[in-house]
C-alpha cells in the first residue's frame, strides 16, 4: 500500500503520549516528517526517539499556548524542510470540577491551551501555507464532551465546541487558499491518563454501543483520513469517533 503523506511535512502538539503520540507515530509511518511537540520534555524526547525508529521526526518541547513556542515549532517544520503540510492542533488540558466552585484560574488554564494555543497555532501555521501557495490541512482535537454534558467538565466540553465552531469559520477564511479544516472528536479513550482508573475501560465497554473504548489508533485512523488526500473535499465537520456512545449516551 502507498504511503499516504509522502512529502508532506506535519506538526502535532500535545504529542508526547495518547492520541497524539499514536496521531504522530501513524502519520511518520506513512511517510511525513512530523514536527512533534508536547509540555513536558522528557516525554518529546521519548517521543521523537520512538517514532524516529519508523521515520522522521523531530521535538519542540513547549507550552503550545505559548505564542514563542508556537513561533519556535512552525519556525522548527520550515528548517526542517523548508514547507508545511498538516496541521493538528491536539494539545489540550483536562481540569475536572463541579461547576459551582469551578476557579477563574482553572477556567483560564483551560480556555489558555485548549482555545487560545490551537487558534493561534493554526493562524501562525496558516500565514505560511498561504506563502506557500499549494494548500494544506489543519485538524483540531475535540472531544464528545463537547457534545453531550459530562459531570465536572463544564469548561472543558465548553472549550471543545468551541473548537468545532471555529473549524467552521475557518472555512470561510482559509478555504480561498486551499486549507481545509476539521476536527476529530474522541469518545471514551484507553490512554496512559485514562487507564490510570481501573474502573475506566470496564465502564466504558459496558455503555459504549462496540462493547469497548476506544484505542488511540483508532483516533488517529479517522484523523489521518481526514488530513489525506481523500479528505480534501471534506472541510468544516467534525467527525465522532465514539463506538456509537453519542447516539445513545449512557451515563458512565
Request: hydrophobic share 45%; net charge negative.
Amino acid at each position: 500500500m502507498s504511503k499516504r503523506f509522502v512529502n508532506k511535512t506535519a506538526i502535532v502538539t500535545g504529542a508526547g503520549q495518547g492520541i497524539g503520540l499514536e496521531m504522530a507515530r501513524q502519520l511518520a509511518l506513512e511517510g511525513a516528517v512530523v514536527i512533534l511537540n508536547d509540555l513536558d520534555e522528557d516525554l518529546t524526547k521519548e517521543a521523537v526517539s520512538e517514532i524516529s525508529k519508523i521515520g522522521a521526526c523531530f521535538g519542540c518541547s513547549g507550552n503550545a499556548s505559548d505564542s514563542l513556542v508556537i513561533d519556535l515549532i512552525v519556525q522548527r517544520a520550515l528548517n526542517e524542510t523548508g514547507s508545511l503540510d498538516l496541521v493538528v492542533a491536539n494539545a489540550g488540558i483536562t481540569l475536572f470540577h463541579d461547576f459551582l466552585t469551578y476557579t477563574r484560574e482553572s477556567f483560564n488554564k483551560v480556555m489558555d491551551v485548549n482555545l487560545s494555543g490551537s487558534f493561534f497555532l493554526v493562524q501562525a501555521a496558516a500565514k505560511e501555507m498561504i506563502k506557500q501557495g499549494k494548500g494544506g490541512s489543519v485538524l483540531f482535537t475535540s472531544s464528545v464532551t463537547g457534545h453531550r454534558a459530562h459531570k465536572d467538565l463544564a469548561a472543558y466540553g465548553m472549550s471543545k465546541a468551541a473548537l468545532e465552531v471555529l473549524a467552521k469559520h475557518l472555512v470561510l477564511e482559509l478555504s480561498p487558499y486551499g486549507i481545509n479544516v476539521n476536527t476529530v472528536a474522541p469518545g471514551a479513550t484507553l490512554t496512559e491518563r485514562t487507564i490510570e482508573d481501573p474502573n475506566y475501560e470496564d465502564i466504558w465497554a459496558k455503555i459504549t454501543p462496540m462493547g469497548r473504548a476506544a484505542s488511540p489508533s483508532d483516533i488517529a485512523a479517522a484523523a489521518l483520513f481526514l488530513l489525506s488526500d481523500s479528505g480534501r473535499h471534506i472541510n468544516g465537520q467534525t467527525l465522532v469517533v465514539d463506538g456509537g456512545w453519542t447516539a445513545v449516551s449512557p451515563a458512565p
